[in-house]
């Protein structure tokens, strides 16, 4: 009998969800491949497409064509109910936990998610809200993406090019559950991908990655997205340097006391300020030309992740007393600009 990798199913068929399963489905010996998909309309879209997803690479690359994908209309009245044992998140990080819920009662301790967003503070909310009972949880890993991806329809992805990577590695367990197979099973599908390029970091390093990745998204995305500016424009606009260097301020306060950064082995050089400031600068170098996550949701008056980047430094703050005035007045902003796209005014 040939053997069949372990099937994967991925929830948040946006650019990322849809650039990750084509990566999978185009390995050599690809796993099966489920895609999840929260809206019938969608469901349609990819029928009309015969269930096909393209990729191309550079604005102007030739579309890669990917088939094999299967489907669930997820809500719907004939939604399997076996368990899920490998699943990849990528829905922007306020919509986890009620993307999670219609399916969380085929998710338990054998399940392994992989979450691939920006921002921190979603897999605390799904703890509190949709995994309550730390004995039954599933394990955790997560991904932080260094590459560049938008759709230009539903079932058509772009990446920017094939210099992006990405970072993957399992975290914690609270209640030192065993880790199931399924972690090394999605683990070692991921790290297959030549067009993914990930690579696997242990909790101390990915923890380190995805705090340093934060400090940039708190400062480009907010100002970006007030100022309705592309990255560059952040290097070459003086009045808004100390405003940067502020926010900057606050973060390395507040990573500083961090209580879980304190239990790893880490150079605390790497989080002042200053560090901070030029890790940022770097990445506003290096995607000068692109438009922000955030800015791009205020433009299209879709709910924008601030409150899991900005508004967890401000949380974090409060809990280990280090105040926040700058991080919190641009959560507050960015709050008050999607209020008033929703209202229409
Ligand atoms: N795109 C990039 O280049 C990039 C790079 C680095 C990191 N990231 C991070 O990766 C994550 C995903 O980003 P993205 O660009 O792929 O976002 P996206 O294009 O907005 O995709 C999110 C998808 O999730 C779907 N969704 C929303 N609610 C859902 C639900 N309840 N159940 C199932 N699906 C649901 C959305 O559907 P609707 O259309 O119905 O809303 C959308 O298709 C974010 O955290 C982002 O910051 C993105």
Redesign the pocket.
Known sequence: MPNIAPRVHI???????SFIAHSLRSLPSPPPVTL?V??KDLYQQYASKDWKINLQVGENGAPREQQGFDFEL?NGTRMPQFPIENLIV????P?TA??LEPIKHRIGRNSTICF????MGQIDRLNQHVFETPSTRPAYLFGI?R?????KSPTEAVLSGLNGCAEVGAVPSEASNPTPESSSILLNLLLQSPTLRCSKLDWADLLQVQLLKLATNCVLNPLTALLDVRNGEIKHNPAVVPLYRNLLKEISGVFERLPELRAVPHDPSRFSALSLETSMLDTVEKTAGNSS?MREDVLKGRAT?IEYMNGWIVKRGEELGVQCPTNSLMAQLILAKGARNVSGV
């Open positions: 929830l948040g068929l946006g650019s990322i969800g999840l929260h809206r997820i990528c829905v922007k990080a919509a009620s993307a691939f967003q920006n921002g993406l590459h560049g991806v938008y759709l996550s992740e």
